[in-house]
């Protein structure tokens, strides 16, 4: 006992801190194998190969593969204990996966046919390789990241970075030959990209005709990353998997998901992730049930165009496979449930997901009392207030915006864009295009037929945008909420802002106020060094294409495709702004000022 001792207190003090720097080493030699890995597999994909590169690919997977081999291995035999505590127990089991690679490598084949033939060239094939790969490479990349979090980076900064890497991550695939069918430039690929990514729906391009089913499932992949947020898949593969990120970490990404506590992290995470998914789901189901057998598609095409379209959807990105968005002729007639479906799951995508996490509190305790009630308790405590502050506001707005929306449309376009449709077809596509606004891009109707007057109603309907937290973009329904009840609030001669016995705080009426303003700031500059880059584009085009942008929904009066390039890039930073969020971007560029412990003299400014 004493032997073992002396060598345990020998290997902590002089090897055990070489071992760790060995093993950061190793993590370093990982994280890039990792890369090359995703860029090998882009590769494969993305160009058409010959025997020798696909053979030269297949040496470099089996590197990839030996190297993760002697990452896990080293890790037990030298770091058995921090390990242990490290790795989740899905961790343990995809170390476990790995090592069934090993299998066909120390046994020979099984001469008889049968179940153990079949999981042995299982277990040899490519695709269980390189799936176990990928998936380890995400992983392994993910730590990374947050681990980078450590390191006491603005949460602002890093949140810009990790939605500019995506976008130049997707342009270059948008790129690769087998994406598109002709080709695309690298102002289109970025620009679509961007408007991926932001969930915009601006595109230069006719996407139908220009890009391939892969550079479909790209744009698609873009879309559902940018939607639930880059930081939101990260933080749940690293918590998920690896569960071993320090308490500034686990801080940043509660303020980035809005989570009320450390501890219910992750099931935020898994809230977020899973309301997605089961929504997503929900619509691909609705929607192939109203198109099945009325597009001429085959199985596989209805499939497919009902999944692009429920994320799409969802993620208030308002990109179409149809030419002609959403006014195709071959939906405008028969295909009101259609319609109802995609708005239904614009708005879900667009309250924001803290009113999701309220719901479901509050499903959760009417089934908890329904429950008692079965059993017989009945003294079950009684509570008053299910709805949180954010969730009576947000739905509140959202019910007053698309009610204004879709009563205005129906008024000014009955007898013109809506002529010669039956009522139901009216009405319905008057609150089709209400809930697009805020902020889908999905149009039933050529825009640039409406009237004046509704075209001042969209633009007002897509600067306000949706919840905060969500999908949607514009200056979010709360912060116009707040300015409003602060304006009411001034003009009563009151000092505290207040709604449903409820004060609202100094700090979200400032935050909303600027949030406001910085729209302002931002808009008008871009509207008019537009204006010079497009001279002879009307001001109606440019104001609709900037606000559009700005507030990330993709609706044009059919400019987006004639911009010059430089056009293009400055309503791809438009794009970029809105959807990182303006307050969000300055707060990573400005040096923010700690706060003093004494106060300046008070005065006061003539306001009017």
């Given at each position: 006992?004493?032997?073992?001792?002396?060598?345990?207190?020998?290997?902590?003090?002089?090897l055990?801190?070489?071992?760790?720097?060995?093993?950061?080493?190793?993590?370093?030699?990982?994280?890039?194998?990792?890369?090359?890995?995703?860029?090998?597999?882009?590769?494969e994909?993305?160009?058409?190969?010959?025997?020798?590169?696909?053979?030269?690919?297949h040496?470099?997977?089996?590197?990839v593969w030996?190297i993760?081999l002697?990452?896990?291995?080293l890790?037990?035999?030298?770091?058995?204990?921090?390990?242990?505590?490290?790795?989740?127990r899905?961790?343990?089991?995809?170390?476990?996966?790995?090592?069934?690679?090993?299998i066909?490598?120390?046994?020979?084949?099984?001469?008889?046919?049968?179940a153990?033939?079949?999981?042995?060239?299982?277990?040899?094939?490519?695709?269980?390789?390189?799936?176990?790969?990928?998936?380890?490479?995400?992983?392994?990349?993910?730590?990374?990241?947050?681990?980078?979090?450590?390191?006491?980076?603005?949460?602002?900064?890093i949140?810009?970075?990790?939605?500019?890497?995506?976008?130049l991550i997707?342009?270059?695939?948008?790129?690769?030959?087998?994406?598109?069918?002709?080709?695309?430039?690298?102002?289109?690929?970025?620009?679509?990209?961007?408007?991926?990514?932001?969930?915009?729906?601006?595109v230069?391009?006719?996407?139908?005709?220009?890009?391939?089913?892969?550079?479909?499932?790209?744009?698609?992949?873009?879309?559902?990353?940018?939607?639930?947020?880059?930081?939101?898949?990260?933080?749940?593969?690293?918590l998920?998997?690896?569960?071993?990120?320090s308490?500034?970490?686990?801080?940043v990404?509660?303020?980035?998901?809005?989570?009320?506590?450390?501890?219910?992290?992750?099931?935020?995470?898994?809230?977020?992730?899973?309301?997605?998914?089961?929504?997503?789901?929900?619509?691909?189901?609705?929607?192939?049930?109203?198109i099945?057998?009325?597009?001429?598609?085959?199985l596989?095409?209805?499939?497919?165009?009902?999944?692009?379209?429920?994320?799409?959807?969802?993620?208030?990105?308002?990109?179409?496979?149809?030419?002609?968005?959403?006014?195709?002729?071959?939906?405008?007639?028969?295909?009101?449930?259609?319609?109802?479906?995609?708005?239904i799951?614009?708005?879900?995508?667009?309250?924001?997901?803290?009113?999701?996490?309220?719901?479901?509190?509050?499903?959760?305790?009417?089934l908890?009392?329904?429950?008692?009630?079965?059993r017989?308790?009945?003294?079950?405590?009684?509570?008053?207030?299910?709805?949180?502050?954010?969730?009576?506001?947000?739905?509140?707005?959202?019910?007053l915006?698309?009610f204004?929306?879709?009563?205005?449309?129906?008024?000014?376009?009955?007898?013109?864009?809506?002529?010669?449709?039956?009522?139901?077809?009216k009405?319905?596509?008057?609150f089709?295009n209400?809930?697009?606004?805020?902020?889908?891009g999905?149009?039933?109707?050529?825009?640039?037929?409406?009237?004046?007057?509704?075209?001042?109603?969209?633009i007002?309907?897509?600067?306000?945008?949706?919840?905060?937290?969500?999908?949607?973009?514009?200056?979010?329904?709360?912060?116009?909420?707040?300015?409003?009840?602060?304006?009411?609030?001034?003009?009563?001669?009151?000092?505290?802002?207040e709604?449903?016995?409820?004060?609202?705080?100094n700090?979200?009426?400032?935050?909303?106020?600027?949030?406001?303003a910085m729209?302002?700031?931002?808009?008008?500059?871009?509207?008019?060094?537009?204006?010079?880059?497009?001279p002879?584009?009307?001001?109606k085009?440019?104001?609709f294409?900037?606000?559009s942008?700005?507030?990330?929904?993709?609706?044009?009066?059919?400019?987006?495709?004639?911009?010059?390039?430089?056009?293009?890039?400055?309503?791809?930073?438009?794009?970029?702004?809105g959807?990182?969020?303006?307050?969000?971007?300055?707060?990573?560029?400005?040096?923010?000022k700690?706060?003093?412990?004494?106060?300046?003299p008070?005065?006061?400014?003539?306001?009017?």
């Open positions: 006992m004493k032997l073992y001792n002396e060598f345990f207190l020998y290997y902590n003090k002089l055990k801190p070489y071992v760790r720097i060995f093993l950061g080493l190793i993590e370093a030699i990982v994280y890039l194998s990792s890369i090359l890995l995703i860029v090998g597999v882009i590769y994909h993305g160009f058409v190969l010959s025997f020798n590169d696909v053979a030269k690919l040496v470099i997977y089996k590197i030996i993760f002697i990452d896990m291995f890790h037990i035999v030298l770091e058995y204990g921090d390990t242990k505590k490290k790795y989740r899905l961790t343990w089991i995809l170390n476990f996966l790995l090592c069934f690679t090993l066909p490598v120390i046994f020979h084949r099984p001469e008889q046919s049968g153990v033939l079949s999981f042995w060239l299982f277990l040899q094939g490519k695709f269980y390789h390189l799936t176990l790969l990928l998936i380890f490479s995400f992983l392994n990349l993910s730590n990374g990241i947050v681990r980078l979090l450590g390191r006491r980076t603005n949460p602002s900064l949140l810009a970075i990790s939605f500019l890497c995506i976008i997707g342009t270059g695939l948008l790129m690769l030959p087998r994406c598109t069918v002709n080709g695309l430039s690298w102002v289109d690929s970025l620009f679509t990209a961007t408007s991926a990514v932001c969930v915009t729906g601006l230069p391009v006719d996407i139908s005709t220009t890009f391939t089913p892969i550079g479909l499932s790209v744009i698609l992949l873009l879309i559902q990353v940018g939607g639930l947020g880059v930081m939101t898949f990260t933080s749940f593969f690293a998920f998997f690896m569960g071993n990120t308490i500034y970490n686990q801080l990404m509660r303020d980035m998901v809005s989570s009320n506590s450390l501890n219910s992290l992750l099931s935020t995470l898994l809230y977020i992730l899973g309301f997605s998914l089961i929504i997503e789901f929900g619509g691909m189901v609705f929607i192939w049930l109203n099945h057998g009325t597009l001429g598609m085959n596989q095409s209805e499939l497919g165009f009902s999944v692009f379209h429920s994320i799409s959807a969802f993620c208030n990105a308002g990109f179409s496979t149809l030419s002609g968005n959403l006014s195709n002729p071959i939906l405008m007639k028969g295909h009101n449930a259609f319609y109802l479906t995609m708005s799951l614009i708005i879900l995508g667009g309250i924001g997901f803290p009113i999701l996490m309220n719901f479901k509190g509050i499903v959760a305790y009417y908890q009392r329904f429950w008692a009630f079965l017989g308790h009945h003294d079950m405590h009684r509570y008053h207030h299910l709805y949180n502050l954010n969730t009576k506001i947000v739905l509140i707005m959202t019910f915006l698309l204004i929306g879709t009563v205005g449309f129906a008024v000014f376009e009955w007898n013109r864009s809506f002529a010669g449709m039956p009522v139901v077809d009405l319905t596509h008057a089709f209400a809930v697009c606004p805020r902020t889908a999905f149009n039933s109707i050529d825009l640039s037929a409406l009237s004046v007057q509704s075209i001042l109603l969209y007002m309907l897509m600067w306000i945008g949706g919840g905060a937290q969500s999908t949607a973009g514009g200056v979010k329904v709360n912060a116009f909420a707040a300015v409003i009840l602060n304006l009411y609030a001034v003009l009563r001669g009151t000092n505290r802002v709604i449903f016995g409820r004060r609202i705080s700090d979200s009426i400032r935050r909303s106020n600027a949030t406001v729209s302002l700031c931002v808009l008008f500059p871009a509207i008019f060094i537009l204006s010079i880059l497009q002879n584009v009307s001001l085009a440019l104001t294409e900037c606000v942008a700005l507030s990330t929904v993709g609706a044009s009066l059919n400019l987006t495709p004639a911009l010059c390039d430089k056009s293009k890039l400055l309503i791809t930073l438009l794009m970029f702004v959807r990182v969020g303006m307050i969000t971007l300055m707060l990573g560029i400005v040096k923010q700690k706060n003093t412990k004494y106060n300046f008070s005065d006061s400014i003539i306001i009017n």
